[in-house]
């Protein structure tokens, strides 16, 4: 998975740099999202306006760190979602599931404000 991470106070934004988030990807979200959350209380914000393409392993990466989130009563939101992905999560109703933002400025206000 190529990647980096920005800290900006208490979010930690997770910039994918993949234009696929699928089951070669999915894997190594999901232990970087772990760790991520493991390290300190802080909001993480997943950067996908790179990726153009998530099957439903990357569906279910998405999940499993809102539900991370949820058992650590921490917040989690992705931002950048191009309009193919955006399409299929609405495919798959998880369009009120997962917090979408467009960008991360729009993401980190709404994260702080909650």
């Given at each position: 998975?190529?990647?980096?991470?920005?800290?900006?106070?208490?979010?930690?934004?997770?910039?994918?740099?993949?234009?696929?988030?699928?089951?070669?990807?999915?894997?190594d979200l999901k232990a970087q999202l772990l760790v991520l959350?493991?390290?300190?209380?802080?909001?993480?914000?997943?950067?996908?306006?790179?990726?153009?393409?998530?099957?439903?392993?990357?569906?279910?990466?998405?999940?499993?760190?809102?539900?991370?989130?949820?058992?650590?009563?921490?917040?989690?939101?992705?931002?950048?979602?191009?309009?193919?992905?955006?399409?299929?999560?609405?495919?798959?109703h998880l369009t009120d599931v997962i917090p979408m933002f467009?960008?991360?400025?729009?993401?980190?206000?709404?994260?702080?404000?909650?």
């Open positions: 998975m190529n990647f980096f991470i920005e800290e900006f106070g208490n979010t930690k934004v997770l910039r994918l740099r993949d234009e696929r988030l699928d089951s070669m990807v999915a894997p959350f493991n390290t300190k209380e802080s909001s993480i914000l997943l950067d996908l306006s790179n990726v153009q393409h998530v099957d439903s392993s990357g569906l279910g990466s998405l999940l499993f760190g809102l539900r991370q989130a949820r058992e650590l009563d921490r917040k989690f939101a992705v931002c950048g979602v191009q309009k193919r992905v955006k399409s299929l999560i609405q495919i798959a467009g960008t991360d400025k729009e993401a980190m206000e709404k994260l702080k404000s909650d």
